[in-house]
């Protein structure tokens, strides 16, 4: 791991987001609290340890991925995950932490609140792409107050800034707002974000004034309205610019909707009676943990469902109660929605007897009135195929007998409430009000039109009787 000092260091962990610049799990306080007494052990061993700033990327083999931990177990190595070296990391999803001296104070002091301040990037700054090989690709450029161009920082780059910088360049194209010297190129529009890159290969040089830690939500009109970090201006760590590379064509999943138009977009799709699907087949199930070993290979289960694995020797006798509910995933863009990871690496599930496409197809999470995660659901893919389609759209994917997986356009996947992990393990949360959030492709990894319907919120209702799903909307995951 790197390390800056005996309190900041960053593990190969990738999916243990605890210093992840744009993290909100709310169960990662567990997971600092486990790393921090094992940290207490680590040996600096020559050759072994990398200085990276807090923010470099990570060079070598990711060991640990999708990382479930309690808090309670003594060592890493103790809590849930993959596998030894299962992962499909990228060299800047690397982990870290910062570990806290007991000694100090919870306040926080002026000089760390000033190095979190945000800016807009502002509707004066223009951009444009450069160095591409086709017109729609090329290193990202900001125009500076006077009037310089200025490449952009590329740690911390992703699909959602790509996507907004693809949709700004279409509406300058479109409007004329922009640069006379934009970019020329064969067709209306850029379109939207293929893939966010970080790279030297589009040429760009960093500057004193390159903006860094720039932030887009993705659902932005405009770049404008992005932000960046103001005490990273200039001070980039690598020598990575970002980039992007634009597509008129993409997949668009939504949850829980139906398409009725026979050329099918994000625009043209309809709510199915307020969620129809997903609020009609929700209900309480109390499930003997004899017959949820399967889906606790794939820690589908609880925290605390483990711990009684652990502790009792009759722990398949043992109750959980499961929210389950049917899931309806829409592919309403104009491009098949494929896996990540290539066929070849499709891990093969002995227990399901499937293949895993995607690390993480979907999440389902259920928050207070607080907005802290008080139950959580991961659900790695089964498969994916295409269990209904609109007339006329003939299926293309099915995941028999090791077939192709995706979601064809106008086509939907359908995981109903009897599959194995379609649920929420909710067997240590009190009856109340909730919120329950359920989010499909939640890390944004495959590119696509839109993801403001990735995610359905919902609220919950949950009494020592029944459970009621009701008032969805949609919204980013």
Not at 144 to 161: N, Q
Not at 251 to 269: A, K, T
Not at 341 to 351: D, G, R, S, V
Not at 421 to 428: E, K, N, P, T, Y
Request: glycine share 6%; hydrophobic share 35%; net charge negative.
């Amino acid at each position: 791991m790197g390390r800056v000092d005996s309190n900041r260091n960053r593990s190969n962990v990738c999916t243990l987001e605890i210093a992840a610049i744009h993290s909100h799990d709310a169960l990662s306080k567990n997971k600092s609290i486990l790393i921090r007494k094992h940290l207490k052990r680590l040996k600096k061993v020559d050759g072994g340890v990398r200085l990276v700033g807090g923010r470099d990327e990570y060079e070598g083999k990711f060991w640990m991925d999708d990382v479930f931990c309690d808090g309670t177990e003594e060592e890493l190595a103790d809590c849930r995950f993959d596998g030894w070296g299962k992962n499909d990391c990228k060299d800047s999803e690397a982990a870290g932490v910062i570990c806290l001296d007991p000694a100090q104070t919870s306040s926080i002091p002026n000089e760390a609140k000033a190095d979190t301040k945000r800016l807009s990037i502002g509707a004066t700054r223009k951009i444009r792409l450069r160095g591409g090989r086709v017109a729609t690709e090329g290193r990202v450029e900001v125009q500076t107050k006077g009037g310089r161009w200025d490449v952009i920082c590329a740690e911390g780059w992703s699909l959602r800034e790509a996507l907004v910088v693809c949709k700004t360049l279409s509406l300058g194209k479109l409007f004329n707002v922009y640069s006379e010297k934009m970019i020329q190129f064969s067709g209306d529009i850029l379109g939207y974000a293929a893939d966010a890159i970080q790279t030297k290969f589009f040429g760009g040089k960093l500057s004193k004034t390159s903006l860094a830690g720039v932030r887009c939500f993705s659902n932005e009109t405009s770049f404008a309205t992005c932000t960046y970090q103001v005490s990273l201006t200039g001070k980039c760590s690598e020598e990575e610019v970002a980039a992007v590379s634009c597509t008129q064509s993409l997949s668009d999943l939504v949850i829980g909707q139906f398409c009725l138009n026979p050329h099918c977009s994000s625009q043209f799709y309809i709510n199915s009676a307020d969620h129809e699907e997903l609020t009609r087949s929700a209900y309480l199930q109390d499930q003997t943990m004899f017959f949820l070993q399967c889906a606790m290979e794939e820690n589908c289960a609880a925290s605390s469902a483990y711990q009684i694995q652990k502790e009792n020797e009759a722990w398949h006798l043992e109750t959980r109660r499961l929210l389950r509910f049917t899931a309806r995933i829409l592919n309403a863009g104009t491009a098949d929605f494929r896996p990540l990871i290539p066929k070849h690496l499709w891990e093969w599930h002995m227990c399901h007897m499937h293949y895993h496409s995607m690390e993480v197809f979907a999440t389902f999470d259920i928050f207070d009135a607080k907005g802290a995660r008080v139950a959580e659901g991961h659900k790695a893919s089964f498969c994916l195929e295409d269990n209904q389609c609109l007339p006329g759209v003939e299926p293309k994917y099915a995941c028999a007998n090791y077939g192709d997986q995706g979601i064809t356009v106008n086509c939907s996947d359908i995981y109903k409430h009897t599959v194995d992990c379609q649920w929420v393990d909710i067997s240590d949360l009190d009856p109340g009000n909730y919120k329950i959030k359920i989010a499909v492709n939640p890390e944004c990894k495959i590119a696509e039109m839109d993801y403001r319907n990735n995610a359905a919120l919902c609220d919950f209702i949950y009494t020592p009787a029944f459970g009621t799903v009701t008032n969805c909307a949609l919204e980013l995951p």
